[in-house]
């Protein structure tokens, strides 16, 4: 029995239990063939969550936010600003993809006029240079003011990542949380170059509404049932990562896919 393999699948075990306690009516399909610890693989179609993405011209009439993508495009219409390119997932209205010239940050970007004095106004500070806790703060702003569009609950939004990957090129990730607790690949992402928000969107967002944060076992209750699992514990395991729990997106069945291992 390999003691790393059973950590990893140790952990993974264990935060499924503890945060899918109850849900134990999930269909599970095994694996065919292999080890014995082959034989404890398991896949679950509903965690499969797939993506959806269609233009937002073509989906627009129907979609749950479309008063908040009218008044958007209208406003942008009224002071002669150019289209954007907007992607939506239809399912939800969230847009996944919507790209533009926003200006945030002071740069050379088309229309950017931003100075910091600008940005210390959005922000409610001073603002002495642009550096990483500031674009984090500027595009925090920047999402909740666009938070109709994106179809996101911003008391889910968690702590802000703002990364240079040049001198004019920022990557930015908002983690979705709930109660404090990560929902599974939930997040905002945002690309902002030369001082404007190029690329903004979501990537598999669904709000989350009436769970209870609280988990039906703790994390040591958790542990010990990943063990039993896999057949026990042994002199050699090294648990690698403590349990942890999350929030799991499920996909309806007429969204699942994928099989079985």
Request: glycine share 10%.
């Amino acid at each position: 029995m390999k003691s790393r393999w059973i950590g990893r699948g140790v952990l993974l075990l264990a935060s499924f239990l503890w945060v899918l306690a109850g849900a134990a009516g999930w269909a599970v399909e095994p694996r065919e063939g292999g080890s014995y610890l082959d034989q404890k693989e398991f896949f679950k179609p509903e965690l499969y969550i797939s993506s959806s993405h269609a233009p937002l011209d073509e989906v627009l009439p129907e979609l749950p936010n479309r008063a908040a993508w009218n008044a958007f495009l209208a406003e942008r219409q009224s002071v002669g600003e150019p289209p954007v390119r907007a992607f939506v997932d239809p399912r939800s209205g969230a847009a996944t993809s919507l790209v533009g010239a926003f200006p945030l940050i002071p740069g050379r970007g088309a229309g950017n006029r931003m100075t910091l004095a600008d940005v210390a106004s959005r922000l409610g500070r001073p603002v002495q240079a642009v550096d990483a806790g500031t674009v984090a703060e500027a595009a925090l702003s920047f999402v909740r003011q666009h938070k109709g569009l994106l179809a996101i609950d911003e008391a889910q939004l968690g702590q802000v990542r703002a990364v240079p990957v040049s001198s004019e090129l920022w990557q930015v990730s908002i983690p979705q949380t709930y109660h404090g607790i990560p929902v599974r690949h939930g997040r905002v992402a945002a690309s902002i170059n030369n001082g404007n928000v190029v690329l903004f969107g979501t990537e598999t967002w669904g709000s989350v509404r009436g769970l209870s944060p609280v988990p039906k076992v703790d994390g040591a209750a958790a542990l010990a049932a990943g063990f039993e699992y896999a057949g026990g514990r042994s002199s050699l395991d090294e648990i690698v990562r403590a349990p942890a729990l999350e929030v799991v997106p499920v996909a309806p069945q007429e969204h699942q896919r994928g099989e079985g291992f």
